[in-house]
């Protein structure tokens, strides 16, 4: 472990996040940490396979001792982003929808320590990459997208419910979740912010009024208690921009597609909200 923090230490300081990522490159593709060299010397790097796809990770015993002892209060942003990317991220792509296993209460840990402690960082490199379905981008290709596994939102979810999350942290985290694809297990981590009710621009309360809208013309979300449950807590719990938003009518039009027990309940929300001075 003192080795390999000497030398993310040394490769931090002379090529920031390159130098962060290239030694994880070297140890997890069968480089000794000993066999590390500068960038820009003889040592060639032609053995390994740019098109390498496998997701590998590191022993999650050797990520938990790293992260307590390399990644410090003032570390830089870029430098943290870098090692969350090359060293946890791969630990979480593992949670695969194949192997359907739930992540160790090691990683667990680990992961919570991480997020307390630079909450910025984790979203960027590990929260978003996973519900993006990026999480099993290999260190060197970097070009491989799956779909996000339920062990990986549970895990998310965990942390969300766990209050390691900012709250000012979260409205960003539901601005950047606005933007992508909802699927049926997204949708559930999303439920799960949205119910601690973190701040919303008006900008974001339309974005999601028009994702909701969008959605009722779909016919795998008009039958979705995920995409029901999700609509039922943003109008519960945002009832009051909503109406301000001059929203209502588009959610009510909405709400009467769907086909799950939810909708009237989402209905009746609506109503009593347009009531409200």
């Not at 990317?85 to 209460?105: D, G, H, N, Y």
């Not at 799956?146 to 709250?167: H, T």
């Not at 949708?187 to 008006?202: F, H, N």
């Not at 779909?218 to 039922?232: G, I, Q, W």
Request: some cysteine; proline content about 3%.
């Amino acid at each position: 472990r003192d080795k390999i923090v000497f030398l993310l230490n040394d490769a931090g300081a002379k090529d920031g996040a390159d130098g962060i990522s290239r030694v994880a490159s070297l140890l997890i593709y069968g480089r000794s940490a000993g066999d590390y060299k500068e960038p820009g010397s003889n040592a060639s790097d032609k053995n390994m396979s740019a098109e390498t796809t496998e997701c590998v990770s590191f022993p999650e015993s050797l990520i938990s001792s790293l992260a307590r002892v390399y990644v410090v209060e003032m570390m830089s942003t870029v430098r943290v982003s870098a090692f969350l990317t090359s060293f946890v991220l791969p630990s979480i792509a593992a949670l695969a929808p194949e192997k359907s296993r739930p992540a160790s209460r090691q990683l667990v840990t680990v992961v919570t320590s991480l997020v307390r402690n630079r909450p910025v960082e984790c979203i960027h490199s590990l929260v978003m990459p996973t519900l993006m379905g990026k999480a099993h981008q290999s260190l060197i290709s970097g070009d491989t997208i799956n779909e996000v596994s339920k062990a990986q939102c549970e895990l998310i979810s965990r942390l969300v419910k766990s209050n390691c999350f900012p709250i000012h942290e979260l409205s960003k985290l539901v601005e950047q979740l606005v933007s992508i694809k909802w699927s049926e297990l997204s949708m559930g981590v999303i439920t799960t912010i949205v119910q601690k009710k973190p701040a919303l621009g008006s900008i974001t309360i339309q974005a999601i009024v028009e994702k909701i809208d969008a959605g009722s013309n779909e016919a795998r979300l008009v039958k979705s208690t995920k995409f029901s449950t999700l609509f039922h807590t943003f109008v519960t719990k945002y009832g009051s921009q909503i109406k301000n938003e001059g929203s209502c009518e588009v959610l009510l039009k909405a709400a009467t597609a769907l086909t799950t027990l939810l909708g009237k309940a989402i209905i009746s929300s609506l109503k009593k909200n347009q009531k409200l001075r």
